[in-house]
């Protein structure tokens, strides 16, 4: 049960989960970096259609997101050619992987993960899946070998978690996993919601006001910027904590321009983000609608992705099942 060594191009793993449309902190936080890293690294990115069951959901819409995420990835530049792009439900090793992991995780180490806690908290019947989800996240991640995990802050517990059982798994069964680790977001990765600034831009309330989703319309978003919510006084400046909706707007800017801009008025900073983002989001969405009238080309690439990734997933599960006491033929 060997590893094979780390080479000069790091293995990156990212995914998206359908479970709504892909929007501006989706934009900024994982897919400029990928699209900017696919020469630096090599490069696995995974639709993670099997997370979104955890929650109540419509089958039509889990199978509609993510072929739509799929064509805006491409749109955005993901190119097929450098990176695996493939649907997480066509690897079967995953799930495989997953059950030989719970039985090196303890019930506790779930239990804590804090997106349990807070779903738990809100929904009067939790399924179990949402408790076990993040160990198959960690198999996720380990069934590719992977050294590194660009994430934001909310999912760096997940990251931990990977690495614990990895590094549990090794010191019981011998060395069988890769331990990766986590590569911390860029700037402006953190998008904010415009209509309130003190919490993450999410898919799920993209029909929002606040949310600003990669196929919005151009007039749609200039609207949803000059409705953001700003704060108090008249200076335009970064404080996160005294002026949040400012902030977030600089750090939008930011991100679409590489500029820190100059403004002086709330007025000129909303105009000026609008602007930008339009500018950002009018390529990809033409490419969208191209793809978007060839399905068949995105689900080619989808199959292409899974035909790749399989021989060092089918590997992995091998190795970390004779690990674990299974007899191999």
């Not at 792009?85 to 804090?114: D, F, K």
């Not at 614990?164 to 919601?193: E, K």
């Not at 004779?322 to 191999?328: C, F, N, P, Q």
Request: charged share 20%.
């Amino acid at each position: 049960m060997t590893i094979a060594p780390s080479r000069v191009r790091a293995r990156r793993l990212s995914g998206c989960k359908p479970t709504g449309h892909l929007q501006l902190g989706n934009l900024f936080g994982m897919i400029m970096p990928l699209v900017a890293g696919q020469d630096g690294s090599e490069t696995i990115t995974m639709l993670a259609d099997l997370h979104a069951l955890t929650v109540e959901h419509d089958p039509a819409a889990v199978r509609a997101l993510t072929l739509e995420q799929a064509a805006v990835l491409l749109a955005a530049g993901v190119d097929p050619e450098r990176c695996a792009l493939y649907v997480q439900s066509h690897l079967p090793e995953h799930t495989q992987l997953h059950y030989l992991l719970e039985c090196a995780t303890g019930y506790g180490e779930a239990q804590r993960m804090v997106a349990f806690k807070e779903k738990a908290a809100r929904a009067e019947q939790v399924r179990l899946s949402l408790l076990t989800y993040p160990v198959l996240m960690a198999a996720d991640i380990l069934l590719h070998d992977t050294e590194q995990v660009p994430v934001g802050d909310d999912q760096m517990q997940h990251v931990e978690l990977a690495r614990a059982v990895a590094n549990r798994f090794n010191s019981r069964y011998g060395q069988t996993f890769t331990v990766p680790v986590a590569v911390p977001a860029p700037v402006a990765a953190r998008v904010m919601d415009l209509a309130d600034p003190t919490a993450k831009m999410g898919k799920t309330n993209v029909v929002g006001t606040g949310v600003i989703s990669i196929l919005d319309t151009p007039d749609v978003v200039r609207r949803k910027v000059m409705r953001a919510v700003t704060d108090s006084g008249d200076t335009v400046r970064r404080d996160r904590v005294n002026q949040p909706g400012v902030t977030n707007l600089l750090e939008i800017y930011q991100a679409c321009t590489g500029s820190a801009g100059d403004f002086g008025s709330y007025g000129a900073l909303k105009r000026e983000t609008a602007e930008a983002v339009v500018a950002v989001l009018t390529p990809i969405q033409e490419r969208y609608e191209a793809l978007r009238r060839r399905p068949e080309a995105v689900e080619a690439v989808l199959r292409e992705g899974a035909r790749r990734v399989r021989p060092r997933a089918a590997a992995t599960l091998r190795r970390a099942g004779e690990a674990i006491g299974l007899v191999s033929f």
